[in-house]
């Protein structure tokens, strides 16, 4: 068996599309709303900066990508502490750019089992700002952001008053990196190279030099 | 409730179209007989698959789901946890079992690796006084690891090892740049790196059976169904041959539900509901031929009561259902300083690994009873759900590279940024695939209480690793971290300790569930015989995983292709004899 790294069968067993509804039904029909499109193709074209080439959507799909499940503000909230963590530089656009709010948002809805942990870590986030600032983290100035950011996005030397949101932060940096590099926009940057048909030489002399190895010995 | 019968008797009903079923289905109508093959699952065609896909076409970025557990672009349906199908576990047990529902069943998930048992395998309570031998050997089963290997393609390198025969190989892909690391890291510390065995075509196939079948275009995702149908896979090899007999007919989303037998204990069909639309049938052969995975078989079998088997079809010696068996199973993953800031280059290659570690220390004193294999995995992989999770675990020590010390990993803005760019494919990944000892008490037997949705009563499992087991897996790290630190390595998380079992995965993870309808001579001790006949009905045949003795350190995938081959052929010939 292949198993890949991530790909643990019991952290991605998923839910159904009935369980989906229901905890929907249950916990978040207030910012559940539909987004004034009736096709496919107007849902995609809407809710999705993604690229697509093709594949096609599972009804299942489309239903969710026509719900919301951040307010406006947890959603300016997402938004600017992903650019925080991916900003765009001279290889490529930031995390926004990319569509990671659009993927985090699907991916709250797909794997409702992550929704506590980023709604309430964005709740922690907002209070240590109120806090700190008195004013709302999406409202306060980056130094003011970057300053909460400093303090839990180091596990090692974070102090244990800010564990839980380290724990925030940890889970919240790995959807933006999920959302930025498998992004087309992201797999240009790495850049990956692969995807196409192909006759496999090997890896180039360049590498293999580099490494200290040969096809020979 | 009416059940229909179908009109039409056969000479066999397969049930299940995996490795087990599409061979015997290959084979019965090449030798002219009329088969019905029941299927659980839907219809599949690999041209239909999801090769070539970006994960960005996809909202999840090709995560997992119930459904497709390893993947949304993933070929297998199916999984650990299927809705309506539920298995329970005795109390301390925790087995995971796997199911593929769809035309191939798991043949459209396994990683490919096809090894043969060597004569080691076959033998191996003789060696150890553990578990049993099997009442065939080597030499019985060669000529058709043979016919496979021809038939099907593999590729490999001749390595002369005794107990990881030679077969017939194609040329093997060259390692990736990491694979040669971990080759001259073996070499260093005296752990065997040779060219991995899959089935996977790197050259035309040298027969002109199966012309839709190309050459590998080395795309690394045979995990999605490929198009070209260079790997192998049983609607890809196995079932395409069938239905140009003429002789095949397929009877989709359709679960069994029992074997029927007559006055004097012989088979005449197979009881099945239609999944869709719930109307029971039954159909009606001269031969049942059991292949829905060993535990699917084993709960046909024992739901299969009547006056002439009480205790369940084949089953007078109580051992259905006992003395299963999975593989053992542990991970590491370390991160490789020398990969870092690696040389961009199109690292795809084969779907899996070009390298692997076959069981190396056979003749060596140690504290566990058999061996275990090493499988590679990392590089510059599509970029998916999941992409390098965990980063403030790792890139700590990109502080020690810059001699630049870093008091933590993980961190925000353009610094993480550039650190995912220079971590990219530095990764390595190595799991350790072993061999558990066959025990009567792991088994699976009928729930008293529980039914699934059909109303089929479900299994229950019971399942504990031994000492043997966990040692091996002890070892396993050993092994890992000897391969780490000679490639200068830092291993992503702590070695496992004894109070975790050193890691040891669940049983049924690695899904190579065996050994619940074994051969054997002796009807009082075993399920079937050499040909996997069942003893107890001379028309009953079981070509999955169920009759393995042991299991070898070896994915079973190849041998379920071979033994169910040659069953065929006894099949046919006893046909022919008049005797079944």
């Known amino acids: 068996m292949k198993r890949k790294p991530g790909a643990d069968p019991q952290k991605n067993s998923g839910i159904s599309r009935r369980d989906s509804i229901k905890y929907i039904a249950l916990g978040t029909l207030a910012s559940t709303y539909l987004v004034g499109c009736t096709t496919p193709e107007e849902v995609e074209e809407a809710v999705h900066a993604i690229h697509r080439d093709g594949h096609q959507l599972s009804d299942r799909d489309i239903e969710l990508l026509r719900q919301k499940f951040f307010t406006d503000e947890e959603r300016e909230t997402v938004r600017q502490l992903a650019n925080l963590i991916i900003p765009s530089d001279d290889r490529s656009g930031n995390a926004e750019e990319a569509g990671v709010v659009e993927f985090i948002e699907f991916m709250m809805l797909d794997k409702p089992e992550n929704q506590t942990k980023i709604r309430g870590g964005l709740k922690w986030l907002e209070l240590e700002s109120m806090k700190r600032y008195q004013q709302q983290f999406y409202k306060t100035s980056v130094t003011n952001q970057k300053a909460i950011l400093d303090d839990i996005a180091y596990p090692d030397t974070a102090g244990p008053e800010f564990s839980q949101g380290v724990s925030f932060f940890n889970a919240f940096r790995d959807f933006v990196a999920t959302g930025f590099w498998s992004s087309k926009m992201g797999m240009a940057d790495l850049p990956y190279q692969g995807n196409v048909a192909n006759a496999w030489q090997g890896a180039p002399q360049s590498w293999l030099d580099r490494l200290g190895v040969s096809y020979n010995s | ?580």
């Open chain 2, 1 to 580: 409730m009416q059940i229909k019968e179908q009109p039409n008797e056969y000479d066999v009903v397969i049930v299940g179209s995996g490795a087990g079923g599409g061979m015997a289905a290959k084979v019965l109508t090449e030798g002219g007989a009329k088969v019905a093959l029941l299927e659980a699952g839907p219809f599949y065609n690999s041209e239909e698959g999801n090769m070539f896909k970006w994960n960005y076409e996809s909202p999840r970025r090709g995560a997992g789901s119930r459904e497709r557990p390893f993947g949304e672009f993933h070929a297998n349906i199916g999984g650990w946890d299927i809705e309506g199908e539920p298995y329970s576990n005795a109390s301390g047990s925790n087995f995971k079992w796997f199911r593929a529902r769809m035309l191939g069943g798991r043949t459209n998930h396994w990683g490919r690796i096809s090894l043969r048992f060597g004569p080691y395998d076959f033998k191996r309570k003789s060696m150890d006084g553990l578990g049993d031998d099997w009442p065939i050997s080597y030499e019985d089963v060669a000529p058709y690891y043979d016919k496979v290997d021809k038939y099907v393609g593999i590729f490999g390198s001749s390595e002369n090892m005794i107990n990881e025969p030679n077969g017939h190989f194609m040329p093997p892909p060259k390692p990736r740049g990491y694979e040669l690391l971990i080759q001259k890291a073996g070499r260093s510390v005296g752990i065997p790196v040779i060219p991995s065995r899959l089935s996977i075509l790197t050259r035309p196939l040298g027969h002109n059976e199966s012309p839709h079948r190309n050459p590998c275009h080395y795309c690394s995702q045979c995990g999605r169904g490929c198009a070209t149908h260079s790997n192998f896979s049983s609607p890809s090899v196995l079932i395409p041959p069938a239905q140009a007999t003429g002789n095949l007919e397929m009877i989709l989303n359709s679960m069994a539900r029992e074997v029927t037998t007559d006055g004097e204990g012989k088979a005449t069909g197979v009881s099945y509901v239609n999944t869709i639309s719930g109307q029971e049938y039954h159909i009606k052969s001269k031969i049942v031929v059991l292949a829905a995975s060993a535990c699917e078989s084993a709960r046909i079998l024992l739901n299969s009561r009547s006056e002439q088997h009480p205790n369940g079809l084949a089953n007078s010696s109580d051992v259905v259902g006992k003395y299963l068996m999975d593989s053992t199973g542990t991970d590491m993953m370390a991160l490789i300083p020398d990969l870092i800031d690696g040389i961009p280059h199109n690292e795809d290659g084969v779907g899996g690994m070009h390298v692997y570690t076959p069981w190396w220390l056979e003749k060596e004193k140690r504290d566990f009873p058999r061996g275990y294999h090493i499988e590679f995995w990392g590089g510059r992989g599509m970029p998916g759900y999941g992409f390098m999770g965990g980063i403030q675990r790792h890139n700590k020590i990109l502080g020690e590279i810059d001699s630049k010390p870093r008091l933590s990993g993980g961190g925000y803005g353009l610094k993480l940024k550039e650190d995912y760019r220079r971590l990219y494919g530095s990764i390595i990944g190595m799991s350790g695939r072993g061999e558990a000892i066959a025990f009567k008490d792991n088994k699976c037997e009928i729930d008293s209480e529980k039914v699934d949705k059909y109303g089929i009563p479900v299994l229950k499992f019971n399942y504990q690793w031994s000492t043997n087991e966990i040692m091996q897996v002890k070892h396993m790290h050993e092994s890992f971290e000897q391969i780490i630190d000679a490639m200068g390595g830092k291993p992503l998380w702590e070695k496992p300790g004894k109070e975790e079992n050193y890691g040891i995965t669940d049983p049924g993870l690695i899904i190579h569930e065996l050994g619940v309808t074994r051969m054997g001579n002796n009807p009082k001790s075993s399920a079937v015989n050499m040909f996997n006949q069942a003893h107890d009905a001379k028309n009953v045949f079981v070509v999955d995983g169920g009759p393995f003795v042991s299991q070898a350190d070896k994915n079973p995938t190849w041998t379920i292709l071979a033994l169910a081959w040659r069953t065929s052929d006894y099949i046919i010939d006893q046909m022919k004899q008049k005797n079944i």
